[in-house]
Every structure is written in C-alpha cells, then in structure tokens.
C-alpha cells in the first residue's frame, strides 16, 4: 500500500528578533556572494593585490621606481573591496538599530514586517530569490544587484520546527541560490 505523502503544515510562521551587527553584515556578505557587484568588487580587489604584487617584483627585480601614490592606490584600494560588506553594514546597522524589535509573519501570500518605527508587507513577486545562512534567510529581489532584502533571523523563530516550515513556505515561494 503506497504511503501518503508527508502533509505539509501550510500555516504562518511568526518571528519576533532584534537585528544585530553581525546580521547586517551576514546579509550583506551573502548578498555579495550572488550579486553582480559583489563579483565586481572581489575582482577588482584581486586583480588591485594582484597589481600591487607586480609593482613590487618589478621594483625588486628591475629595479624600477614606482611612485608612492601606486603602492597605496593598489595596497590600499585592494583589501577595501574585500571589507566592503562589512563598511556597507555599518552605514546600514546605523539605521536598523534605531528600528528596534522587528515581528515577522511569514505566509503563503508573503510576508509582513512591523518594527517599531516602521512596517511593511513583501510580496513573494518583490523578493523572489532567498539565500540561507547559518543565522538567517536573506530574501533578495531580482535585479542583478540585489538591490532590496529582508532579513529574517531564525532565532526568532522559536525553534528549529519553526525554522523548518519557514524554509518549506521560502521553497514553495522563492528560488533558493
């Protein structure tokens, strides 16, 4: 006799956390991973070190002077495209943390925020992508630089069941990358 198939339980998931810090710029690293910009920004801090590296065994092996100025424009600008999540994070952290507690519902029509200061409602046409951290889902919008996210931090969740049909209602909705 052929088994049901598992029932999956379609109701809300409510969340209730503080960002922090440290869940901005998660975000805004994991972000960087998919978006077109993040790309930009590691290959032009590789090929910035990789500059710095030539100009210096040129210097060592010809012999050649080269102006202060390009040492600090390429050892200087390089590792900054690395760090750029983490500078984004604290101009946005500067804003989040004014929001206070945010409260969270998550259904089958979407999602909606309330702070504090502020609320909103997410469709899933909005964000239609989410990536998966370890400490939260980041539910993207479309365009190349994922320009508009919403962050859900699963310890406001409850628990791991809690988490667990949050992930099933994001896969059901969204593309996961």
């Known amino acids: 006799m ?10 809300a998931v409510e969340l209730r956390f503080r960002l922090t810090a440290r869940d901005c710029t998660n975000a805004l690293r994991a972000r960087s991973r998919v978006s077109a910009e993040g ?9 910035l070190l990789a500059l710095t590296a030539v100009l210096v065994a040129l210097e060592a092996g010809l012999g050649v002077d080269f102006p202060p100025a390009m040492y600090a424009l390429a050892g200087i600008t390089g590792p900054l495209m690395f760090l750029a999540p983490w500078l984004m994070a604290r101009q946005v952290w500067n ?51 994922a320009t508009a996210m919403t962050l859900l931090a699963k310890r406001g969740a409850g628990g791991p ?8 209602i994001l896969d059901r909705h969204l593309t996961r990358v």
Not at 40 to 45: A, E, K, P, S, T
Not at 134 to 145: A, G, H, Q, T
Not at 161 to 168: K, Q
């Open 2 to 11: 052929p088994q049901e198939p598992d029932v999956v339980e379609r109701g």
């Open 95 to 145: 804003y989040v943390k004014r929001q206070g507690e945010s409260r969270a519902r998550v259904d089958e029509d979407g999602l909606t925020v309330t702070m504090d200061h502020s609320s909103g409602s997410v469709g899933w046409a909005a964000q239609p992508r989410y990536l998966e951290t370890d400490e939260l889902f980041v539910l993207l919008s479309d365009d190349r630089n």
């Open 39 to 47: 790309r930009r920004h590691r290959l032009l801090g590789v090929l």
């Open 161 to 168: 069941a809690a988490v667990d049909r949050l992930r099933g």
